[in-house]
């Protein structure tokens, strides 16, 4: 059976290559130089639990000054409510005829725990095995962090002449937790990262099978929202049933959502997505692809064929799933209360509140009270446009680098902080061009890695990307 690229769109980034490399005793002077912060960054645990986020910080903050920048340029802004949660804010300074840019990576990881890992390999430590580097983060998304330190340092040996000034942010609590660096840079110290736009993770390049597909550059991505739902009535013994039963209004208003679509809704990202993967997909999807950009998603059949793949459905519209249910209090007894959890995943140019209002329509049940759930998280934030300042750069360095391969816009359906500064004025865009296999995607998981050669690849790929922003050359 044909496969599909369908798998491409699940993961929040890119990371792992299965291509040997050199021993680190090998490398070349730049690699060596991000290899040691590289490993420096793996080895500091910043989990939420028991993590620290601020050593991380100092420990880049040390080397930059170390490097030369003044003191004055490499801020570490340690959050008010946790000493834990420390971000780095350094800057190159320019000759200010150009608005910065930024560059944003965070410092945080998701929970390890050795014994979940295979016996030869502990998340907090580095280790080269196979072609890979394995570790906690070595993917997300301290590939990045470490890479952005790694090529700052550079450009200042090299006395680079930049016509803007380039911004680093390191930052914690990406992954989870209450304090955001980014929502909390952004409105506690906006001038220290402010900038024409900024680049960040979300992107990357994809491989099948050892071959590149493509390289992606995240535009914009999906706001993530639950909305609660509970039907109240009287309730009774068992042994005497009636119609009006809590449990079964409920599941008759979840199933008439499992059997809804919200309608199919184009953004200017997902339009070149489709456009541009149509090539690359063939056949029947291919074909589809090219139906619902021409119609602008108005071909019904086109979208119904690509609504059979999850991935492109989710690309399609906002989705609603159930994702919880709790109901009774008594095993004979009709129940009093039913609950459940609807998870919604909503496409940018699109409102919480229409959101809502459709799911009232879909229930079709006065009796069951829709309530948006309080809860953190990024707010809604526009799509970053498809600028050629920033596209054309990207274009040409992934053809100059990897030949015939197409960049392609993506939507993320997960969560990045890039969408707390688009929300804020300041354009966004996930890319690394940092090359991982979209079949064997182990970022958050067991044995995370990174793809050596790919690892270097993109050291040098975000190099040479920054150093055209900064310079026009």
């Not at 907090?124 to 470490?146: C, N, V």
């Not at 109901?327 to 998870?343: D, W």
Request: proline share 4%.
């Amino acid at each position: 059976m044909k496969r599909t690229l369908a798998g491409t769109f699940l993961a929040l980034a890119s990371v792992f290559g299965a291509v040997s490399f050199a021993a680190a005793a090998d490398l070349k002077a730049e690699q060596r130089a991000l290899f040691d912060i590289y490993k420096e960054l793996v080895e500091i645990n910043t989990t939420d639990s028991v993590g620290d986020n601020t050593q991380a910080a100092r420990a880049m903050a040390a080397r930059l000054v170390a490097a030369g920048f003044p003191q004055d340029d490499v801020k570490v802004l340690v959050h008010p409510g946790n000493a834990k949660k420390g971000n780095l804010v350094a800057r190159l300074r320019g000759d200010g005829t150009q608005k910065p840019v930024l560059l944003l990576a965070h410092l945080d990881v998701v929970e390890a725990h050795k014994e979940d890992w295979s016996a030869d390999l502990d998340p907090f430590k580095l280790i080269e095995r196979d072609g890979y580097y394995y570790g906690r983060g070595t993917a997300d998304d301290k590939a990045m962090a470490a890479i952005f330190v790694a090529n700052l340092i550079r450009y200042r040996q090299e006395g680079l002449k930049s016509k803007r000034d380039i911004i680093l942010a390191l930052t914690s609590d990406e992954e989870g937790g209450s304090f955001n660096g980014v929502d909390w840079l952004v409105d506690n110290h906006r001038a220290s990262i402010e900038a024409e736009f900024g680049l960040n993770e979300g992107g990357g390049g994809r491989e099948r099978d050892g071959k590149k597909l493509f390289n992606a550059v995240q535009a914009t991505e999906k706001l993530y929202r639950d909305f609660d739902l509970e039907i109240t009535n009287k309730g009774g013994h068992s042994s005497v049933p009636v119609p009006d039963n809590a449990i079964y209004r409920l599941a008759a208003a979840l199933d008439r959502l499992g059997k809804f679509n919200f309608p199919v809704n184009l953004n200017e990202v997902t339009h070149a997505f489709f456009e541009r993967t149509a090539a690359l997909e063939g056949g029947d999807l291919g074909a589809a692809m090219k139906a619902v950009v021409e119609s602008n998603g108005a071909n019904a059949k086109a979208a119904a064929t690509l609504a059979q793949t999850p991935a492109y459905n989710s690309m399609l519209r906002t989705t609603c799933v159930a994702t919880m249910l709790q109901a009774g209090h008594a095993r004979n007894a009709l129940p009093q209360k039913a609950t459940a959890n609807v998870n919604c995943r909503i496409l940018p140019q699109e409102s919480v509140q229409d959101v809502q209002r459709t799911l009232n329509r879909v229930f079709a049940d006065d009796q069951i009270k829709v309530t948006l759930r309080a809860q953190a998280g990024a707010p809604p934030a526009p799509v970053s446009p498809l600028n050629p300042i920033v596209i054309k750069p990207i274009e040409e360095l992934t053809a100059k680098m990897w030949k015939n391969i197409t960049v392609i816009p993506i939507m993320g359906t997960g969560a990045t902080d890039s969408a707390y500064l688009r929300a804020k004025g300041i354009p966004m865009y996930g890319v690394s061009g940092l090359f991982g296999d979209i079949a064997d995607v182990r970022a958050h998981g067991r044995d995370e890695r990174v793809g050596i050669a790919q690892f270097y690849d993109s050291q040098d790929f975000l190099y040479r990307l920054v150093k055209r922003y900064a310079t026009g050359k």
